[in-house]
């Protein structure tokens, strides 16, 4: 058996008419369609129920019946709870033993939203979506910006760059009013110009998660969050030494000018390793999870700067850098790379840290 559903959200042919509903029936629901014609013409709901009769009356090649269903004036959760329930009452009504299927017929996306709902009680074989041709699609439209602008996240993409558009040209009068340079207006494009980069590149999540962390580092006693800033502070010092010492040379190639950048600033920069590599390995004693090989990485830093300051100084050939020095540099750091990990490779087996060693140590 084919069942024509009918469906009524906002429950207008039962707050216009005074129809109780469900309404079950060829006849009835035409005489229900009439009443919500008389009452207010322009309803699109009236169009459904005369498609529903006009099906009903196509098809003759099977058993059919013809229901309108409503929800609430709300079109809310309520609705799709009401519009089950008579749902629930049409198919208790149909007196068959055969399997019941369902046609439905709406008359936008917004009636539409019901479909898990009846699909649940009943499966559907289709979907008929009623408009007025001169209206078509209007309601669709209203309701797809009504979806997108009730999601934040959509909200924020849209919304965001339009007020900041809108807010060009007035700020750009008040700023001129107030006699401030003209590249006020050059300041507001490029933050709209950043936020739409930022956007399109999916940079938030990690600017995001970033900020999260920053806010866990604070309120947790986090030690690395001070040396990271220690350490950036040490790296904006070493890029200045670096620059220093490539304008120091007398007419500096790609190559020397390269070196001579690595020969300022590598100290720097190896400080600033060191720094942030103590302040993670405080933070995992602290939180119980240290192991010995995380004592490698301050080591690790202290080795590649050596091996960095030979080769910087061989290829500035400064005094002293000669290959005597270049090979004690390589020689230095290759030791110092694998003194560490042996030591603390031998460490870590001798007195492990972690918790399950230690467990087992105590049983």
């Given at each position: 058996?084919?069942?024509?559903?009918?469906?009524?959200?906002?429950?207008?042919?039962?707050?216009?008419?005074?129809?109780?509903?469900?309404?079950?029936?060829?006849?009835?629901?035409?005489?229900?369609?009439?009443?919500?014609?008389?009452?207010?013409?322009?309803?699109?709901?009236v169009n459904v129920c005369f498609q529903g009769i006009h099906l009903h009356d196509a098809i003759d090649d099977e058993s059919v019946e013809v229901a309108v269903v409503t929800g609430t004036a709300k079109a809310d959760v309520s609705a799709n709870r009401k519009v089950g329930?008579?749902?629930?009452?049409?198919?208790?009504?149909?007196?068959?033993?055969?399997?019941?299927?369902?046609?439905?017929?709406?008359?936008?996306?917004?009636?539409?939203?019901?479909?898990?709902?009846?699909?649940?009680?009943?499966?559907?074989?289709?979907?008929?979506?009623?408009v007025v041709r001169q209206a078509q699609d209007l309601e669709s439209m209203y309701y797809t910006f009504k979806q997108v602008l009730a999601d934040p996240e959509t909200r924020g993409t849209i919304l965001i760059p339009l007020g900041i558009l809108l807010l060009i040209y007035p700020v750009a009068i008040v700023a001129e009013e107030l006699g401030l340079p003209g590249s006020t207006l050059g300041v507001i494009s490029a933050?709209?110009?950043?936020?739409?980069?930022?956007?399109?590149?999916?940079?938030?999540?990690?600017?995001?998660?970033?900020?999260?962390?920053?806010?866990?580092?604070?309120?947790?006693?986090?030690?690395?969050?001070?040396?990271y800033v220690v350490g950036v502070a040490l790296l904006a010092v070493?890029?200045?030494?670096?620059?220093?010492?490539?304008?120091?040379?007398?007419?500096?190639e790609p190559l020397s000018a390269a070196s001579a950048?690595?020969?300022g600033s590598v100290q720097w920069a190896a400080a600033a390793g060191v720094v942030a590599s103590l302040g993670r390995i405080t933070d995992e004693y602290l939180a119980g999870s240290f192991r010995w090989r995380y004592l490698n990485a301050p080591f690790?830093?202290?080795?590649?700067?050596?091996?960095?300051?030979?080769?910087?100084?061989?290829f500035l050939q400064?005094?002293?850098?000669?290959?005597?020095?270049?090979?004690g540099t390589l020689t230095a750091g290759t030791l110092v790379g694998l003194a560490s990990t042996l030591a603390f490779a031998v460490a870590e087996q001798r007195f492990p840290r972690n918790r399950d060693s230690d467990s087992e140590l105590i049983g």
């Open positions: 058996m084919l069942l024509i559903l009918c469906v009524d959200l906002d429950d207008d042919l039962g707050r216009k008419t005074g129809f109780e509903t469900p309404v079950v029936g060829r006849d009835n629901v035409e005489d229900a369609a009439v009443a919500l014609a008389n009452a207010d013409p322009e309803d699109s709901d329930k008579e749902v629930d009452t049409v198919l208790a009504s149909l007196s068959t033993g055969e399997d019941v299927r369902a046609i439905v017929v709406t008359d936008g996306a917004q009636d539409e939203s019901v479909l898990p709902v009846i699909r649940s009680r009943v499966p559907i074989d289709g979907v008929r979506r009623v933050l709209l110009g950043l936020y739409i980069l930022f956007r399109g590149l999916g940079l938030e999540d990690a600017i995001d998660d970033t900020a999260e962390r920053l806010r866990v580092g604070l309120f947790s006693g986090r030690v690395q969050l001070i040396t070493g890029g200045a030494s670096g620059l220093e010492t490539v304008g120091e040379l007398p007419s500096p950048f690595v020969y690790y830093v202290a080795a590649i700067a050596i091996v960095l300051h030979g080769l910087s100084a061989f400064l005094p002293f850098a000669g290959l005597p020095y270049l090979a």
